[in-house]
């Protein structure tokens, strides 16, 4: 099953929060749109004006932030007061109003992407993205838009040249130490490397199986694993999609950082979701997709329950923006609402939240030491 097709069926399912949400209560930061508004459009220019088609995968640099426009087809850029298109162009619309995918590596004005997911700042100013109805993962350079990791077809693969490598809907990427490009090989069911000379390796699950299991690299196993997060010492965070769950690979092991679940979800593959805030599998997600991190605290886009989670290194699991229900309206973190948020960045103190299904790129402050606090 596509990772797409589970929000059209899930109803809420509300099953009680914990007091974590006295951090989100008692500040007095509000969370704010910066810019777009529900609705699929296209419209560069000051923030206010701007218009996005259902962003999804997003990241931050010195202030700047990188959009995936996923129903434009686009890599968007957000900085000094202004949306500017870095790379694609819209061809034409279907009758929803999303704009028709392409693929073609050109220059960056005349460069074609299909459903680009997620994005990060590579070597420098560059940007990688997770280009996931092209089975592909590029990269935006100075002038040129190129492949590093797939051919435009399905499959598994690896290579020692990326371009020749196969993935199956790749959903994220984050770049880590030495140029490595980590990608999320969400419908091969595994996490994969791209390096800084283009070569192609597995480094975790099992390619084309799909399961939940811990244990080492070549064991353990995801469900449609997300978007993915890179710490300074190497530690990578997933968020395992299909399993409700939040993953851990260090140390050659991946091991669950939060998130439990019992059973299948309907008829599906999924495991059952849920929302609450609790320690390990205590906690409950529906569907998360987004992952960022603060410092040492894990930020989660729990994109089926509409609400913005975060998760301490002992794996307590709280809840800092959205109410549960979808809506939009700005105010106070834990009075306002989002619709089906896919990405989180962080930065200086903020946090960027990719709301997708407003088509909008919200903010609030986030101090992880004062939330930390709030758990003591």
């Known amino acids: 099953m596509k990772k797409w097709k589970w929000l059209g069926a899930a109803s809420l399912l509300c099953i009680g929060v914990l007091s974590m949400q006295s951090y989100g209560e008692t500040q007095e930061e509000l969370l704010t749109t910066l810019a777009g508004k529900p609705g699929i459009g296209y419209e560069n220019g000051v923030y206010t004006e701007a218009l996005f088609g259902e962003p999804e995968g997003i990241a931050v640099r010195n202030g700047s932030l990188a959009v995936a426009d996923t129903g434009n087809n686009l890599i968007r850029m957000a900085g000094n007061g202004r949306i500017v298109t870095q790379s694609g162009n819209v061809q034409g619309r279907d009758s929803m109003g999303c704009a028709w995918g392409g693929y073609r590596d050109s220059s960056k004005g005349f460069s074609y992407f299909h459903s680009p997911a997620d994005c990060d700042f590579y070597d420098g100013w560059k940007i990688v993205v997770a280009d996931e109805e092209n089975n592909a993962v590029r990269v935006i350079g100075n002038t040129w838009v190129y492949t590093i990791g797939g051919q435009g077809k399905e499959g598994y693969e690896e290579s020692s040249k990326g371009y020749q490598a196969l993935f199956s809907g790749p959903s994220g990427v984050a770049v880590g ?9 969400t419908g091969n069911h595994c996490i994969r490397i791209i390096d ?18 811990d244990g080492s690299l070549t064991s353990a196993k995801f469900l449609e694993p997300g978007r993915l997060a890179v710490a300074e010492d190497g530690t990578i965070y997933v968020c395992d999609t299909g399993n409700q769950r939040i993953r851990k690979i260090q140390d050659g092991q991946v091991t669950t950082l939060a998130g439990g ?21 205590q906690a409950l997600f529906r569907f998360p ?15 089926g329950n509409h609400v913005i989670r975060a998760i301490s290194p002992e794996g307590v699991t709280g809840t800092i923006a959205g109410t549960g229900d979808a809506g939009f309206e700005d105010g106070r973190p ?10 989180v960045a962080w930065e200086n103190g903020i946090l960027y939240i990719s709301d997708t299904g407003n088509s909008a790129i919200r903010t609030m402050k986030f101090d992880p030491q004062s939330w930390l606090e709030s758990l003591q």
């Not at 008829?267 to 320690?279: C, F």
């Not at 834990?334 to 990405?343: F, R, V």
């Open 177 to 185: 130490s030495g140029g490595k490009v980590y990608v999320s090989d």
């Open 196 to 213: 800084s000379q283009g070569r192609t390796s597995l480094l975790a699950g099992t390619p084309q199986t799909g399961g939940y299991e």
């Open 261 to 281: 679940s019992v059973g299948r979800y309907l008829d599906t593959e999924y495991r059952n979701p849920g929302y609450r805030d609790g320690t390990g599998e």
């Open 289 to 303: 997709q987004g992952i960022c991190l603060a410092e040492d605290v894990v930020i989660v886009a729990d994109t």
């Open 334 to 343: 834990l009075e306002a609402s989002l619709y089906a948020p896919e990405d």
